[in-house]
């Protein structure tokens, strides 16, 4: 793949245009509440689009490109059956405590709700994961970089870095979310044409259902037992782990995407956010899954297009790339590559957003230095950002050095996260979930999340206890580790909330269902009602889930 | 600020550039593109920009 000068004009353009809005935004800073949380000042459109685009990195760009190579349509449960679900019941049920709590982050409303303990345990094990979170996907990028167009990765890296840290610093939360609506369509408008080019080669979808094999082109007609699909999985892993436990955790309590919904300006803003966001989620599969789906069929078409090759299997990281390398011409191909870059910069300050705001509050501020000056945390967030963005880099050495370690690093964060769903459904709705019950709950799942991986073995991996279970693939595995630790939490929490004393329901006020005033849906227009557009959404993604079927 | 200011113009100027490198080359192909591919998402960057420019400004009115 080669690249001229409009190329570079196209790509020099965006970086212009994505520091200027930092620098524009630079003078909207003037707290540390402003440069963390934006003070609720960002219009609900923005943060709607913001809590997709935070979620749509470069690896997910590559990794959903390769899963529609691999998998076929069944990759598209990743956002209809692993994000829509979870996206209403966040902006129905989970919103009004999110904000009626007035707490700045995930941790603190731990913290409110329970106790110091719960939100020390989430606050550090977020921190952490954001970092090698970002660290790993620069490392994916700067891979990419210079194996498309020979880029040197540590000057990829550093420049990709240095910009988002650049914007960042400047207007802090604002500044990134902004951003990530520019990169959304960019983003969207620059890979469109790849699915529409690829797709109407490969003859529309009638050309790719004669030209691959049925379980290529059927969402859930091969998923009543999991020997019969290439994902591994059966439908109640995949219902259960992915569409409940894994995906509820993410969108409902991970602070990355939850951080966009609070920035809204009000509530009632702030529970359209994920409902909003719904619906050009569940539209991203046709950009980012559709092209990977075709190559399969390109490359079967004596079209002198085959499917890249790593060692003796196929290397499905780069079927986008080499997509962009047939369809695009230069020009577009720039418009392409910045659409990457722009994925990557927009995952990537999600990450040093959501990191530089627990740091201050729930690490900083809870643990090293109690009562200073708003300018104090103000300096330290700015200290975050940069220290959380030389940290990403390190890590992307790392992952590049000892690619075993991140992996083993991701396993372990994996089993913390695992439960954390349980411990929030039980906190928000039950009034006697007790501290000490969500904390040994936490710490009961994350230890059987563990078991459940010791205990299993799929693709090789798991069963360093003893191989009871042997599974279809790793993604089971993943479905079923989640399971467990949701279940083992959800119990223990509740037997120990039962023998444990509760917290006074007066401490309660706007953390739990029932002592929470939630706004009435009445005498307020159709489209800004939580429940109907919810809904509508949930209506949506059957009709999308019953076509593909 | 409104965002969909800049935005606006970003994706004009976007818009200009991909459709002036369509007007001028049209036959720039990649391997498997059959159409001025440069052109048309050129136009369509363009009219969203636009787009944008102007609900900014019927906002700021």
Redesign the interface.
Known sequence: MTLHAVDYLILALYFIFVLGIGWYLKKTVTSSAHFLTSQHSVPVWITSLAFVAANLGAQELIGMCASGAKYGIMTAHFYWVGAIPAMVFMGVFMMPFYFGSRARSVPEYLKLRFDEKTRGLNAISFAVMTVFSSGISMYALGLLLKLVLGWSFTASVLVSAAIVLAYTLAGGLTSAIYNEVLQFFLIVLGFSPLAILSVSRAGGWDGLRARLPMVMTSAWHYVNQSSENPMGVEVFSLVAGLGFVLSFGYWCTNFLVVQRAMAARNMAEGRLTPLIGAFPKMFLPFIVIMPGIAAVALSQMGLNYALPTKGAGYDYDQVLTTLMAQFYPSGLLGVGLTGLMASFMSGMAGNVTAFNTVFTYDIYQSYIKKDAPDAHYLNVGRFATIAGVVFSIGCAYLTALYNNIMDLLQLVFGFVNAPLFATFLLGMFWKRTSANGAFFGLLSGTLAAAATHGLTVAEGKGGWIAPLVSLHSTMAQNFWVAIAAFVVCFVITTVVSLVTSPKPVSELTGLVWGVTPIPREKNIPWWERPALLGAIAIAAVIVLNWIFR | ?D?RK??G???T??GL??SL??LVAPD??????EVN??L???I??LV?GLVLLLLARRAAS
Do not use: D
Not at chain 2, 28 to 33: E, K, N
């Open positions: 600020m965002l800049p935005s113009y970003f994706f100027l976007l550039i991909l490198v369509g720039t192909r990649a391997p498997l593109t591919v440069n048309y998402s050129g369509a960057m969203f």
